[in-house]
Nanobody
Framework: QVRLVESGGGLAQTGGSLSLSCAAS????????MGWYRQAAGKERELVAV???????NYADSVKGRFTISRDNAKNTVYLQMNSLKPEDTAVYSC???????????WGQGTQVTVSS
């Protein structure tokens, strides 16, 4: 099972930006889907963005146009660039690697993102 480690979380102001990184212990080139999920206090975990091995991207409606997911296979790293941050973006953000049908999956430990209002 691939080991995932997130970094880059922290405190930002409304309208500001943060960039998250997810470093994998091995190659991510063959992993079907990698993505970012988040869980705010008192809320269920929700999908933020995913990227397939072929480079196809999908975003939650709440972040579309503001967040960008990307992957660098040479560095075994997935990124989440977050712009125009809002207080409602405050959550623990977790990196995920999985097969298409969730038959195998790995999760990172999560990184806290806090956006002040």
């Amino acid at each position: 099972q691939v080991r995932l480690v997130e970094s880059g979380g922290g405190l930002a102001q409304t309208g500001g930006s943060l960039s998250l990184s997810c470093a994998a212990s091995g190659s991510i080139a063959s992993i079907d889907i990698m993505g970012w999920y988040r869980q705010a206090a008192g809320k269920e975990r929700e999908l933020v963005a995913v990227i397939t091995s072929g480079g196809t991207r999908n975003y939650a409606d709440s972040v579309k146009g503001r967040f960008t997911i990307s992957r660098d296979n040479a560095k075994n790293t997935v990124y989440l660039q977050m712009n125009s941050l809002k207080p409602e973006d405050t959550a623990v953000y977790s990196c995920n690697a999985r097969t298409l049908a969730w038959t195998r999956q790995s999760w990172g430990q999560g990184t806290q993102v806090t956006v002040s209002s």
